[in-house]
Each structure stands twice: as structure tokens, then as C-alpha cells.
């Protein structure tokens, strides 16, 4: 979730990396293992639920994503990026939307494929950030804030480039017939009580939030 026309919300700024999580693809849901957050464009009094929407936002894509696809979301002037292998392994990366589509996957590549190789796989069904060991995320979300630096990193550039990418337009088009967003917020895990409440605040209001 990002937070628009409030006083003191987020400010626009291109070519910005918000969140990077990891994630393992359950038969029913999907369980995050470990999660990283830039919300310095952010009021601080917003952070605190937009990071718990950046949660739950990342959970739903790779719930609603197949195995061995690589996906975007358009939602406003942001994108949501996830890459779900086909061991389950999945990553989301939320960016603005000026920020390049390619290097961000070269940065899901490189993050699950590392955390494939320091993070036993029966670890992925139940671990949870407070139980699995990778320290990882904070310093690639710093390092590919720029992406010219980033992209002179990529290794997998080539096959990414031969590598089809669906584009959704919007967070709805992942959702089975019949069901709400609305009703998803309600019933996740991911959202405390305020969060619940400013989101339905703020959809009433129509003007103020964006749920990607």
C-alpha cells in the first residue's frame, strides 16, 4: 500500500526500491521468510502501515502467482515485481515505476538464488524473519536504489531479456471471480487493527490510498 494526498504522505520520488521480501509459496498461502523496507519517503506516522500493506501486498502476488512465472503489477505510478521459481522460492520487489522492470528482476534472481544456497529448503514452509538466518536484503535494497549501478552488476541480463514477463494492470486483475480487496484486508495476518481501520478510512474517502 502507498499512501497519496495526505498531508505530510509519501513524496513522489523516481526511481525508488520500497520493498524487497522472500517468500515461500504454501498450497494455500504464502509464508514470508524475511522482507526488507526503505520507507524514508514516507510520513513517519504512515510507516508503520505502509510497511504492514507492503507485507501483505507482496503475500497476495506470490499467492496468486504460478510457479516458474516472473510477473509485474501496475498499480498507479508504482510496480510491484515477483519472481515465484518453480521450488516455490518466490521474491517481490515494490518500485516505482520509473525504475527499470529488467534490473529488478536481475535483483530477485540473484537474491533467491542466494538465499536458496545459505537457507535449507525445509526451513521455507515454516520459517518466519525472526527464525531464518539471511542479512542480506537491507544491503541489496541500498545498493540498487541506483539502477546504473545495479544494472553493471547484472549477470543473468541476457536470459532475462529472453524471458517473458506478464504485466498486469492492476491488483484486482490477480484476484479469482467474486472476490474483494476489500475483504482480503480484512482476513489477513499481515494487518494489524489501525492498518484495517485506516484502510477503510481511506477507501471511503477515495482519495488517499492506493492498495497495490
Not at 529488478?104 to 527464525?131: M, N, Y
Request: glycine content about 6%.
Amino acid at each position: 500500500m502507498l499512501v497519496k494526498g495526505l498531508p505530510g504522505g509519501a513524496s513522489r520520488v523516481n526511481m525508488k526500491l520500497y520493498s524487497l521480501s522472500v517468500l515461500y509459496k504454501g498450497i494455500n498461502k504464502s509464508n514470508l521468510l524475511k522482507a526488507a523496507y526503505d520507507l524514508s519517503s514516507f510520513s513517519f506516522f504512515q510507516r508503520s502501515s505502509v510497511q504492514e500493506f507492503m507485507t501483505f501486498t507482496s503475500a497476495l502476488i506470490v499467492e496468486r502467482s504460478s510457479t516458474g512465472t516472473r510477473s509485474s503489477i501496475k498499480e498507479q505510478e508504482y510496480l510491484c515485481h515477483v519472481y515465484v521459481r518453480n521450488d516455490s522460492l518466490g521474491g517481490v520487489v515494490i518500485a516505482d515505476g520509473e525504475y527499470p522492470s529488467r534490473v529488478c528482476f536481475t535483483l530477485l534472481d540473484k537474491v533467491l538464488d542466494e538465499f536458496s544456497r545459505q537457507v535449507d529448503s525445509i526451513d521455507w514452509p515454516s520459517g518466519s524473519p525472526a527464525t531464518i538466518s539471511y542479512t542480506a536484503l537491507d544491503s541489496y535494497l541500498a545498493k540498487y536504489q541506483n539502477p546504473r549501478e545495479a544494472d553493471a552488476m547484472t549477470k543473468v541480463q541476457a536470459e532475462l531479456d529472453e524471458t517473458k514477463i506478464i504485466l498486469h494492470n492492476t491488483m484486482e486483475s490477480l484476484l479469482e471471480r467474486g472476490e474483494k480487496l476489500d475483504d482480503l484486508v480484512q482476513k489477513s495476518e499481515h494487518l494489524g487493527t489501525q492498518s484495517k481501520a485506516f484502510y477503510k478510512t481511506a477507501r471511503k474517502q477515495n482519495s488517499c490510498c492506493e492498495v497495490m
